[in-house]
């Protein structure tokens, strides 16, 4: 096997974990009635604690560093309350009250809340591939949650909330921890904020009272920590070795795909022709971020030309 093939394996395998357990979440709210706040309390600790232990026997020196900067401890805290534990929360709740795909579909607004946000910082008007990427989110969420009838919400306004917080978190997990990134390896930031982020939601989680869960009920909650955090984060960073970030980006698309196909075969989800196509502009979203930045520029059009 190639570096490259080997990229595109490890690019592909983390969405498609992350989607499976997207499907896995909404089977436990449906058929087990397993509290939200519960299993977000116990992935984060659990899925933190394991990548902090993993970190430990790889290096074990780095692992502590950040802890000995009252700077860096703050920016982890910040990234582990205001980054790592939204996301992980509102997508969840996003999944309560909606379905799997709408859920991680709606996560993939977060490059708009990004642009939104760099436009405002930089007080300057978003370029002209951002507009566009603006227009195809806002028009792919409005078929999204109306299935295209004007007036009619085919979503609850609950799963819409969440699922556009999800966003919204996606993007301050992604904008949070640029700083502490660029010093620390990723997996050992990303440890630790699971971790002081599960540590502070705990008493919210109420850990101590266990739901009375089937044996399925365990399987399932075992894969969200290890396959759908643990390993599926583990191989998302191992693309990274082999493929450009922007490859990367286009390929986590395979995780609403997965979320879809399980969750209509396993979960008899309905999705309309409506849905797809707005899922189809939403996630249309990272590909076109991922396109060079004037290619919409008439100065580079020109300049093909020649």
Known sequence: MTDKQKGFFYAIMGPVLWGFSGSIAQYLFTEESIPTQWIVGIRLIFAGLMLVIWCYFVDSKELFAILKKPRYVVQLLAFGLLGMLPAQYTYFMAIKYGNAPTATVLQFLGPLFIILYLSLRQLQWPRRIDIVSIVLALFGTFLLVTHGHIGQLMLSPAAIFWGVCAGLSQASYTLLPRELLKRFDARIVTGWSMLLGGIVFAPFADLTNVPALTGTAWISIIFIITGGTMFSYLFYLQSLNYLTPSTTGMLSAFEPLTATILAVT?????????????????????????????????????????
Do not use: C, H
Request: charged share 20%.
């Open 266 to 306: 396993l979960l008899n989800t309905k999705v309309s022709g409506a849905e797809l196509i707005g899922a189809l502009l939403i996630l249309g979203i990272t590909f076109l971020q991922a396109l060079p930045p004037d290619l919409f520029s008439l100065k580079f059009r020109y300049k093909n030309r020649d």
